[in-house]
């Protein structure tokens, strides 16, 4: 599976978009794009995946750039509750395990 | 709907006793899975179970053992506990397949001395 490079740590305002991007130069044309968190002393949380049309759902919206070589997740207004570990993961289909590289540190400040 | 459910949340142990970790989920899902996570090594798979009565091994089954005689258990038995078993510890189910949307539980901090 293609490997994903994200910064370290973001933070944003509450109520502001947070916009979270990830690389993934190196993926192939059957390899998804997934985004989990992981609240502090909680379990991993599933967030959204796509493979190259931009997806949305109750939680967030992942934006893939047309050569498919990096993407943005959105949280539009981000609150307290979404401090968290972001992680960027790539993988094909449904026998592809997924890796949980060290992920990007949201801190939402007040 | 309470999800994945883990206990105990918090477990101390002496080197050479044995536990069960408690995993049950009430989603209906066939795909469970047992995942540790360290400082550094990212979140890695023990052991899976693709339905009541299959199990299989993942990447670090060495010390563990796991049965599934329901689709809602997935118990994890440390066999001989040993200070290297001190993790965090992860069960999750999914409907879609074992690496798919995975849903986790609020994880068992374990501590062997």
């Known amino acids: 599976d293609a490997k994903t490079t994200q910064p370290p740590s973001m933070d944003c305002a509450e109520g502001r978009a947070a916009n979270l991007p990830c690389n993934h130069s190196?993926?192939?044309?059957?390899?998804?794009v997934y985004w989990y968190r992981q609240i502090h002393s909680q379990g991993p949380q599933y967030i959204i995946h796509?493979?190259?049309n931009n997806e949305t759902n109750e939680m967030a919206s992942l934006i893939i750039t047309e050569d498919r070589k990096s993407s943005t997740l959105i949280l539009p207004h981000a609150t307290l509750r979404d401090t968290a570990v972001y992680y960027c993961?790539?993988?094909?289909?449904?026998?592809?395990?997924?890796?949980f590289g060290k992920g990007i540190t949201l801190s939402v400040r007040p | 709907n309470a999800g994945v459910t883990q206990t105990p949340k918090f477990q101390v142990l002496k080197t050479g006793q044995s536990m069960t970790l408690q995993c049950a989920q009430d989603m209906n899902h066939e795909y469970m899975s047992w995942y540790r996570q360290d400082p550094g090594m990212g979140l890695r798979l023990i052991h899976y179970?693709?339905?009541?009565?299959?199990?299989d091994q993942g990447e670090v089954p060495n010390g563990y053992n796991v049965s599934r005689s329901t689709t809602e258990d997935f118990p994890l038995r440390l066999l001989s506990a040993a200070p290297s078993q001190t993790s965090v510890y992860f069960c999750a189910s999914s409907y879609d397949g074992l690496h798919e949307k995975l849903f986790f539980g609020s994880g068992t901090q374990l501590s062997v001395l």
């Open positions: 796509g493979l190259k």
């Open positions: 190196t993926i192939s044309g059957n390899e998804y």
């Open positions: 993961i790539v993988k094909t289909g449904a026998n592809s395990k997924l890796t």
């Open positions: 179970s693709v339905g009541a009565g299959i199990t």
